[in-house]
């Protein structure tokens, strides 16, 4: 996670005064106006939208740039009047049965809040239509301040995170019962695959809870809130989230090696069988094969010959079932 504060940010436009309404200019933008303050959302951003931005608030080139990118590591930068931040949040992706990150780039000044986000974020979606659709939502959302709508974003998202904990935490459960349950087929695999989802999460959270400890312990002139209430809050879920990835992580490398065991074992025991079986046909055989070469053998003429055969092997096999019983072998 990187911070960095800018405070003499190159000349740009600033925002026009009584600018038009940006879904008139670029349908794909959204906005909810509640008194002084504006909120823009905008799904899977282009161009067309950053340029937009561009033309209508004193936003760094830069820092548009980063908001049509994937791969942006975790940020927050300070500008004299607004504030950038990147953000990554899970997502759990069913087909892969891996978790995934989903970048969300905010700009938040005195008097606005835009957010640029993929649309996969289901919290922040339903938050924004909610705000939309409904003016007692939009009114207690938005009737404070930039920085409490900002909280109010954050904590939705990262309460999103704990259902998909959740899950992994249901996954690790259904492994836990097949590999005691006598049923290891495909144990393995899907510990492997629940070991990565927790790497992958463990990926996406680590960077979000600095920052957000970095809006915690600090004063920021933008915000109107404490931060340290508002913020700390948030910062608070995020270290319960990553103390339970951590019980996961140890829970799932403890089933590890319990499946390995457990399949070592079985193993082991399958080959002492064998063996035990091997074992007793090897002087089986023998007679068997004696007693089948084409030569003059005792007995051989005689008509108790093959019930007497039979006696002699009932024999062995009992004596050396006695024997390894004896041994505690079986």
């Known amino acids: 996670m990187k911070i960095r504060k800018i405070t003499r940010p190159p000349v740009r436009r600033r925002r026009r005064a009584g600018a038009a309404d940006p879904a008139a200019i670029e349908p794909s933008i959204k906005s909810i106006v509640w008194e002084k303050l504006t909120w823009i959302n905008i799904e899977q951003p282009t161009e067309a939208e950053t340029r937009y931005l561009a033309e209508n608030y004193p936003f760094h080139p830069l820092d ?143 960077p979000q809870t600095e920052a957000v400890e970095t809006l915690e312990q600090k004063e920021w002139p933008v915000f109107k ?32 090696d319990t499946n390995t065991n457990l399949t070592s074992f079985r193993t082991n025991e399958v080959m002492r069988v064998l063996t035990i079986i091997a074992t007793i046909m090897l002087p089986l055989t023998l007679i068997a094969s004696i007693y089948g070469m084409n030569i003059k053998l005792p007995l051989a003429d005689s008509s108790l010959s093959f019930p007497l055969t039979v006696f002699i092997m009932v024999c062995i096999i009992v004596g050396m079932l006695a024997f390894f019983r004896s041994r505690r072998w079986i």
């Open 225 to 256: 809130e404490d931060p340290e209430i508002y913020f700390g809050d948030i910062a608070d879920h995020l270290r319960k989230i990553r103390d339970t990835r951590e019980d996961y992580k140890e829970v799932v490398e403890g089933l590890s």
């Open 64 to 206: 548009l740039d980063d908001c049509l990118s994937r791969i942006q590591l975790p940020k927050i930068d300070e500008y004299e009047d607004y504030f950038f931040m990147v953000f990554h949040f899970p997502v759990f992706n069913p087909d892969a049965r891996v978790t995934t990150s989903s970048q969300v780039s905010i700009f938040i000044g005195e008097d606005y809040l835009i957010t640029l986000h993929q649309g996969n974020l289901k919290p922040l979606v339903s938050f924004f239509k909610a705000c939309q659709s409904n003016e007692k939502a939009r009114q207690e959302a938005m009737g404070r301040s930039s920085g409490y709508l900002l909280y109010l974003v954050l904590d939705r998202l990262v309460n999103y995170c704990f259902p998909i904990l959740n899950k992994i935490g249901d996954n690790i459960e259904e492994v836990e019962d097949r590999i005691f349950g006598n049923r290891p087929k495909g144990t393995v695999a899907d510990v492997a695959i629940i070991r990565r989802d927790i790497i992958a999460f463990r990926r996406i959270i680590k």
